[in-house]
Structures are given as structure tokens and as C-alpha cells.
């Protein structure tokens, strides 16, 4: 998000779901869209099927491969360097939006420098990706009318993944892809409402609509809204938060429907950390392993039980509705939040949902025009910033919302953690069909469970005959933090030397395992690589 | 538009887009043509035959889903021979299944039973004599009853054109033809995702939503739009309802983007959750660090909770106290949880698990 931000000026998905079924050329990078945006996956086979050409980069062997015109294998963690490649090639060869480039961007020219040495034989050496693949998906990007980015996790959860999403801006910008239908650079967001919680100022530099925390006429005006002194000091991240709960410099965590004790890396620094807390409040839907921590558990109501509005990734707004009663005395979220304010001394006084978001409309210049009255239609994209305005379908079409477009001159770095002699494999982790993030609600469901009732090590065929690991058999995976057992699966969906697991399930908690080491400015953990030993268990 | 035609349907002379279909320029006359196997956005394949009406100086009766208008054409939707055609085709299908309405879960939503009424026919003219195949009751998501099944393909072009997912085709031929995965498995052999386009596009209850099955018959059941709780894309879909209980979930094609009436294993198959005995009923305190749990009334718990943050605060500052956020829960909540972190707690000590 931060790298769009810098590059465009929002770091929204600039394009629309229903566009990727209608452009000429997808490329998909760090994404396996099948399985975890399903709908969004089958839009992409459906434009194949129609004849949009697909470009695949992913070390994994996914299922979008099997419909993809060019697949790009890279090494795990190499994608700045994939990305370079592509714009050297694109320079060299004159198959850039030069007219775009000159009346849109700025930054060109330290851009144009900074990739020069990343020529395919050069990048080759890096990423392992063949030089003559290399140029042939540089030249089908490049020719493509338009052409739309695709990327998610597997994008951003490395040290330099901000540097990796500004790449994938380069690379949009260069050809002329932002700001126009069926193209851009579109981030697949994991979570229902993860844009809204960003939207809506869940974030510690940020208030709602993404006004600073540190700008003083922002402040002023949630001063007067609020009527309340605000901190002009920006907050912690996550991860800082559980290193000052550590450092004892952060005494109450109140936590609202996450399970940090099962998404975070380095679980057992974690827990260590969440102990050291004075006052920690869960509310949440089930005893989590965080809320197992904590001194006060508050049962809450889940979506079905509840009024509210998601905003998707590709930024509409659309409404939940309450469809059945919450169980015993769970209360809604935000009947919660009110609840402990009031008795705080600071009055929260809402009768509904409805009533907040007319608030948020109030303060939100983003949302400004949305309502729940002309929710009741259906979804609207923000930015909507009118009554009658009818929302926005891409944005930055003939401006960026900075401006001028910003070319972010970037050098490989490589992952923080690489095997070695005493751990040998690749690890990278992520999420599979038939389950969702910490899987507290989808590990309660029969049809799910039945479908994939366990975590599986994905290990290549090759590498299986080495340890001597047959299908199902349990393995032992241990890496600098510490060790899970779980069964093998034997596939070539993961290259030789790398393995894969998902972090669905308490039983064998693979942030166990994962590197802490963070993006320095978007604070992401590098889940997709670090270094790990596998044995027969 | 320019390029109008002009045709005459049912005796009146309207005007067409060329290569619009009879059916589309029937529906948009509204006029109804009745359809088993036409489904939208897939391919018509023309299979069923039920849609079928007269054209002038045509051979034989054709079918208006595949037939495109011409100048001057001369369409006829309800003559009686027609009429004769359709309930043909309908009794054919009636007799080759176990179309038993008195336990089918599509009863009251079944478009063969709303045919065989429309078309006013009390019994089929030939024996009935299903062909006696075994259930595919090997999941839990997904029941299929072949049985029920009057091959209109529906499943076969939803799982190849809308979802892509390229498991169900046609097997055999003749009075041995089905539908089904590949080597003719269980849905649970198979490379089947269970997203379960089939059992929404399926006209009869061929293939049901197994967890559905007696929870409620149609006109019991309420429907309620949402959005829903797994991954960023934010489909649509209706919840159905009984007696407090989500009975099973759909999507709806009138509702649009962003999935246009399509969902995943998750979305469809996923709710098991909300109902799980393992909810959270009653809050709960620890008084002290490593004692148990006591259940506590909501007063309590935000008398508790108020009491210490307010300590927290005046002693160490209100940058002690930090608050997560969250990605699962509404807009409403997230604006109020940061603006409780910063106007009541006086913190920006607000973040939630996006980067995660």
C-alpha cells in the first residue's frame, strides 16, 4: 500500500474486478488467484478462454500456469530483479509509452539508469529465469492495448516488498497501463474488509480517507469533529506494537477480532511478548489462541449477526446485513467499542450502524457521497464524493492522484534469510482453496475440513526421493525460530529446494517458523521466504 | 441502434437486433418462451428442445434460444402444435427421472414441476421408469441424485464457461448418457473445488445443497443479501434463513458485480461457523494474571475494562495503551475503534493485521 501510495498518490486497487475479464493482457505475480480469490480467478480463466493473453511470475507451479500463455519461475524473493528485467528489455527495445511517459510520469531517467544493468542474462543469474522467456513476456507485456497487473501476498511479504509493488508500478506506468479501463495495478486484498479498515484510519499514521495523523490542519479538523485534544504522533505498526509490549514501553493491547498468536511470525517471541502485558482485551468469535492470553474476552457478533459495510479490494462499499440473532449475549463490535468508551467517560452515542456511517460520510471525503439509502442498490466505488456522484470504476484516468506519476529507480535486495548448509530449504507460506487466514471459521466447517482437514508440507518430487518422505507421511520442519510436524504432500507445484505450508491451523503453526525480519517501510514480514531443515519425523 | 429488423412475433411486427436470438426478442417483447437447458452467459446448446416455436416456411419447429432473427421472419410462440411439442418434451423428461416432488428439496422451485403445470399436463403418457443410478452421497457439501437429472447440460457449461473449473462434461450417450466428473467419480474423487455453480444452475434436484436437505422447503426459508466474510473480493450473496439458522447459502445473478451470482467453496459452504457450539457467549475476566476465566455480565466487563485502561493511562500515558484493529469486522466498527483509540484513549497506537 505504501508503494503505491509514494508512486500514484492512493494505494488503492486502481482498476475493477469486472475489467480483468474484458482486457487483452493479465499479468499475475505473487498471487495464487485461484485459490485465494477464487471469483477473481475465474474471471482470469474466463478472459483466457476468450483470448487475453496471461502472464504467470511465481516460483509455485499454481493452477494459473496451466492457462497461462508465458511462465516466469523465479527464485523466491527475486522479483525487483524478474521486474528490472523486464524494464531493461522494454527500454532497450523502444516498446515503452514513450508520449505517457513524458506527459504523465516524472523519474523516468534515474529509472531508465538504475535498470540498465539488469539485462536478461544478468537477471537470469538472480532469479533463475530463463534470459529468452524473460524478453518474450517483456515484449507481449509491453505490446498488449492494455494490460492489467495482479498481485497479492506473495508481492508484498518480503523485505523489499514495498520496493516489489513499486516495481510492479514501473512497470504499469512504462507502458501506459494506469489510468486507463481493463489496465493497471490492482493488489488483491486477503482479507473481506481489509480496505475498509484501512479506509477507515486502522492505521497508526492515518485517520479516515488517509488524511495525516501529523498534518495539523487534518488534526484540527478530527479535533473539532471528535471534539477531543488528538496526539499529532504517529503510532506503531503491529510488529512494534509486540516489541514495545515486550520491552515493557506498551502495558494494555485491546485487540478487535484478530489472532496475532497464529498470523504473526515468530510465534513463540509472540506469546512471550502478549504475556509481559499488563491488560489485554480480546473480542473476538471464539476462544482464540490470542484470547487464550488475554485477561478480558468480549463474545461478539460475526457478519451474519450484524448491520454493517464491507468495502472489497477493488474499493466499493457494499452492505452486511444481519440475517440471524447473535448468539447468548454476544453484542455487535461496535456496540462493544461504545460500551467501554462510555464508561470511560467519553460518550459514544449510536443507535445503529446506519448512524456511524453517516459520521463516517461526515469526515471521510472518500466516502462523502455513499450512504446506506443508496447502498440498498448495491455497492459504490469510492472515490465518491457526492450524492450524486456515481463512484469510480479506475482510478487516476488522466491524472494521478499525486500528479505527475512517480518512476521509483529500485535495486534487488535479497531475502533477508536464505538456506544454507544447516537449513537447506526454502520456505514460504500462504493460504490454500478450502480454508481462510487463522481458520477459526472455516476449520469449523464440515465441508471444508472434509476437503483439506489438515496442514500439508508441500515438498517436490525430487526432493522427497532425497529425505526419503513418501506421500502423507509426517515430516519434521525446523527452522531458526522453531519446529512443526506435519504430513508431506509430494508435488511439483513447489520447485525443487522449496516448500510450502499454510498457517490455517493452531496444530502446526507455521509462524512457528517464519523470518520476522520486516519490510522496512511497509512493516510486512518476510512470510514468503526463509530458511528451513526438513527430516522424516 | 440502427440496423433494425423488422419481424412479426405472435402477430404483431416489432423490431430486432440482428443476430438477437427468437427468445431474447421474445423476452424483450415479454412474451414468455418456456427453457430448461438456456442458461445465461453460457453457450445454448439447443438441447432440450422445450423452447421451441414456429417460424414460417421453416422445415420443423425450431428452437428460439439458438435461433437467430432474420428480416422479415414470421414467429409464432403458442400455437398448438407448439404447445403439443413442449408438453412432449415434457412428459419425456417427467418419465425418464424419479421426479418425486413429495421429498425433493427443489419442490416449489423445481422449473420441470413449474413446466409440467404451466403446460397443465396431470400424468405423463409414458411409464415412468427412472434408470436406478446410485446417489453421490459421498460428501458433505454437494448431493447429486442423477436420477433427477434431465441431462439439459446446465452444470456441464457452468463448471466449463462461468467457473472454469473443467470437471463436469458428458459421459455415454443415448439412454446411458450422464453428467459427471471425469471416469464417471464421486464429486469427492474428482478435481471438483466445490464451488457449487452446479447445484445453482441446476433446474431440477439433480444436485442439491446436501447440508440444506430438509432445513427448510423454499417458501419457509427468509433471504437476505450480504456481503460475505472471506477474502477481499466481497461477492454478493443471499443468506437463507430458518428458525434463526443460516439453512444454505446462494448466489443471485441480479445482484452484479463483482461476482454476478457466483461463489467459492468458502463463500457457499463455509458458514458452518456462525452456528458452531464454540461461540463465544458471555464475557469473560481474569481478575488475576493466571487465574481462570470468570463469566461476566457486559457491565462488569466494561467497568473492568474502563477502570484499568483509565489507570493505565494516567500512570504511564496513554502511549502505553494500543489497539488492533480489524480486517474482519465493518467499516462502522473500524472507524469507531480508531476513533476510540484516539479521542477517548488519546493514542495513534492503531494498526490491524493488513500487512499479514
Redesign the interface.
Known amino acids: 500500500m505504501a508503494g503505491l501510495a509514494a508512486t500514484f498518490g492512493s494505494g488503492a486497487m486502481t482498476n475493477s474486478i469486472d475489467e480483468i475479464e474484458f482486457t487483452d493482457l493479465i499479468l499475475a505475480t505473487g498471487t495464487n488467484t485461484t485459490e485465494n480469490h477464487p471469483i477473481i480467478g475465474m474471471k482470469v480463466k474466463r478472459a483466457v478462454k476468450k483470448g487475453t493473453k496471461l502472464i504467470v511470475i511465481d516460483p509455485r507451479e499454481i493452477d494459473l500456469v496451466k492457462y497461462a500463455d508465458i511462465w516466469l519461475r523465479q527464485n523466491p524473493g527475486t522479483d525487483v530483479a524478474v521486474i528490472n528485467g523486464l524494464l531493461n528489455v522494454i527500454i532497450a527495445e523502444g516498446l515503452y509509452a514513450k508520449e505517457y511517459v513524458k506527459d504523465r510520469t516524472e523519474g523516468f531517467d534515474a529509472l531508465k539508469k538504475a535498470v540498465e544493468k539488469y539485462t536478461p542474462v544478468y537477471v537470469e543469474k538472480i532469479s533463475g529465469v530463463p534470459a529468452e522467456d524473460l524478453k518474450k513476456a517483456a515484449r507481449m507485456y509491453a505490446q498488449a492495448e492494455r494490460a492489467s497487473i495482479l498481485y497479492a501476498m506473495g508481492i508484498t511479504q518480503h523485505i523489499s516488498g514495498t520496493d516489489n509493488v513499486k516495481s510492479m508500478a514501473n512497470l504499469s506506468m512504462l507502458c501506459g497501463n494506469v489510468g486507463i479501463e481493463g489496465g493497471g495495478v490492482n493488489p488483491l486484498r486477503g482479507q473481506n474488509n481489509v480496505q475498509g479498515a484501512c479506509d477507515m484510519g486502522g492505521l497508526p499514521n492515518v485517520y479516515p480517507a488517509y488524511q495525516q495523523v501529523a498534518n495539523e490542519d487534518a488534526r484540527k479538523k478530527f479535533e473539532a469533529a471528535w471534539n477531543a485534544k488528538l496526539s499529532p504522533k504517529p503510532g506503531l505498526t503491529i510488529m512494534e506494537m509486540m516489541d514495545a509490549a515486550g520491552k515493557g514501553t506498551i502495558k494494555a493491547l485491546y485487540i478487535m477480532g484478530e489472532n496475532p498468536m497464529l498470523s504473526d511470525p515468530d510465534l513463540h517471541h509472540v506469546k512471550e511478548e502478549l504475556k509481559k502485558l499488563d491488560l489485554m482485551i480480546v473480542q473476538d468469535l471464539f476462544m482464540t489462541e490470542t484470547a487464550q492470553l488475554a485477561d478480558v474476552v468480549l463474545p461478539v457478533a460475526s457478519f451474519a449477526e450484524k448491520d454493517g459495510t464491507f468495502s472489497n479490494t477493488e474499493r466499493r462499499v457494499q452492505r452486511v446485513r444481519k440475517a440471524v440473532d447473535a448468539p447468548g449475549a454476544a453484542k455487535a463490535d461496535w456496540e462493544v467499542i461504545c460500551g467501554i468508551s462510555n464508561k470511560m467517560g467519553y460518550a459514544m452515542k449510536y443507535a445503529s450502524a446506519k448512524e456511524i456511517f453517516e459520521e463516517v460520510a461526515k469526515v471521510t471525503p472518500s466516502y462523502a457521497g455513499i450512504s446506506y439509502e443508496r447502498l440498498e442498490k448495491g455497492g459504490i466505488q469510492w472515490p465518491c464524493p457526492t450524492a450524486e456522484h456515481q463512484g469510480t470504476k479506475f482510478l487516476h484516468k488522466d491524472k494521478f492522484s499525486r500528479g505527475l506519476g512517480l518512476f521509483t529507480a529500485i535495486e534487488y535486495i535479497a531475502p533477508n534469510e536464505l538456506p544454507d548448509k544447516q537449513y537447506p530449504f526454502l520456505l514460504s507460506t500462504g493460504r490454500v482453496l478450502y480454508h481462510y487466514h487463522t481458520g477459526t471459521m472455516t476449520t469449523r466447517a464440515e465441508g471444508l475440513n472434509e476437503r483439506c482437514p489438515e496442514s500439508l508440507v508441500e515438498i517436490n518430487p525430487a526432493d522427497a526421493d532425497k529425505l526419503k518422505v513418501s506421500e502423507g507421511q509426517k515430516v519434521k520442519v525446523t527452522s531458526r525460530r522453531g519446529t512443526v510436524e506435519a504430513k508431506a504432500t509430494i508435488t511439483k507445484k513447489s520447485a525443487p529446494g522449496s516448500i510450502f505450508m499454510n498457517f490455517h491451523f493452531a496444530d502446526a503453526s507455521v509462524n512457528l517458523l517464519t523470518n520476522p525480519a520486516l519490510d522496512p517501510i511497509g512493516k510486512i514480514p518476510e512470510y514468503k521466504v526463509c530458511a528451513v531443515k526438513v527430516e522424516a519425523a | 441502434m440502427e440496423n433494425k429488423i423488422k419481424v412479426t412475433l405472435d402477430g404483431k411486427e416489432v423490431s430486432a437486433d440482428p443476430g438477437q436470438t427468437i427468445l431474447e426478442l421474445a423476452r424483450d417483447n415479454g412474451i414468455f418462451i418456456p427453457t430448461l437447458c438456456h442458461y445465461q452467459k453460457t453457450t445454448n446448446v439447443g438441447a432440450c428442445r422445450v423452447c421451441v416455436v414456429e417460424v414460417e416456411n421453416a422445415r420443423s419447429l425450431v428452437a428460439a434460444c439458438c435461433m437467430p432473427v432474420t428480416p422479415n421472419m414470421v414467429i409464432r410462440t403458442a400455437t398448438k402444435a407448439v404447445r403439443n411439442a413442449q408438453k412432449m418434451i415434457i412428459e419425456l423428461l417427467w418419465s425418464s427421472g424419479d421426479h418425486n416432488c413429495l421429498s425433493c428439496e427443489q419442490n416449489g422451485q423445481c422449473e420441470l414441476q413449474n413446466l409440467v403445470y404451466w403446460l397443465k399436463i396431470d400424468q405423463p403418457r409414458f411409464e415412468i421408469k427412472a434408470p436406478g443410478y446410485a446417489l453421490d452421497n459421498s460428501?458433505?457439501?454437494i448431493m447429486r441424485d442423477l436420477n433427477k437429472c434431465i441431462l439439459c447440460g446446465r452444470c456441464v457449461r457452468a463448471c466449463n464457461?462461468?467457473?472454469?473449473n473443467e470437471v463436469l462434461d458428458f459421459a455415454s450417450r443415448s439412454s446411458k448418457a450422464k453428467v459427471g466428473p471425469a471416469f464417471d467419480d464421486d464429486y469427492?474423487n474428482s478435481s471438483c473445488?466445490?464451488?457449487g455453480e452446479c447445484l445453482q444452475v441446476c433446474p431440477t434436484g439433480a444436485i442439491t445443497f446436501k447440508?440444506a436437505k430438509f432445513g427448510g422447503r423454499p417458501w419457509e426459508l427468509?433471504k437476505?443479501?450480504?456481503?460475505?466474510?472471506?477474502?477481499?473480493?466481497?461477492?454478493?450473496m443471499d443468506?437463507y434463513?430458518k428458525d434463526?439458522?443460516?439453512v444454505k447459502v446462494m448466489g443471485n445473478r441480479e445482484?452484479?458485480?463483482?461476482?454476478q451470482g457466483?461463489?467459492?467453496?468458502?463463500g457457499r459452504?463455509?458458514?458452518?461457523?456462525?452456528?458452531?457450539p464454540?461461540?463465544?457467549?458471555?464475557?469473560?475476566?481474569?481478575y488475576k494474571?493466571n487465574e481462570d476465566?470468570k463469566e461476566a455480565s457486559?457491565d462488569e466487563?466494561?467497568?473492568?475494562?474502563?477502570d484499568?485502561?483509565?489507570k493505565?493511562k494516567k500512570e504511564?500515558g496513554?502511549?502505553?495503551?494500543?489497539?488492533?484493529?480489524?480486517?474482519?469486522?465493518?467499516?462502522?466498527?473500524?472507524?469507531?475503534?480508531?476513533?476510540?483509540?484516539?479521542?477517548?484513549i488519546?493514542?495513534?497506537?492503531?494498526?490491524?493485521?493488513?500487512?499479514?
Open positions: 460428501n458433505t457439501m464457461e462461468i467457473q472454469v469427492i473445488v466445490f464451488c447440508q427468509n437476505v443479501r450480504t456481503t460475505c466474510t472471506y477474502c477481499g473480493v466481497g461477492c454478493q443468506l434463513t434463526n439458522k443460516i445482484y452484479g458485480s463483482p461476482n457466483s461463489l467459492c467453496v468458502k459452504f463455509g458458514m458452518d461457523f456462525v452456528a458452531h464454540d461461540r463465544l457467549k458471555t464475557p469473560m475476566i481474569r494474571k476465566f457486559w466487563a466494561f467497568k473492568f475494562i474502563a484499568k485502561l483509565s493505565i504511564n496513554a502511549d502505553c495503551i494500543a489497539g488492533l484493529s480489524s480486517a474482519r469486522c465493518t467499516n462502522e466498527e473500524n472507524y469507531l475503534f480508531q476513533k476510540f483509540m484516539r479521542a477517548a488519546g493514542t495513534n497506537n492503531v494498526d490491524h493485521c493488513a500487512r499479514l
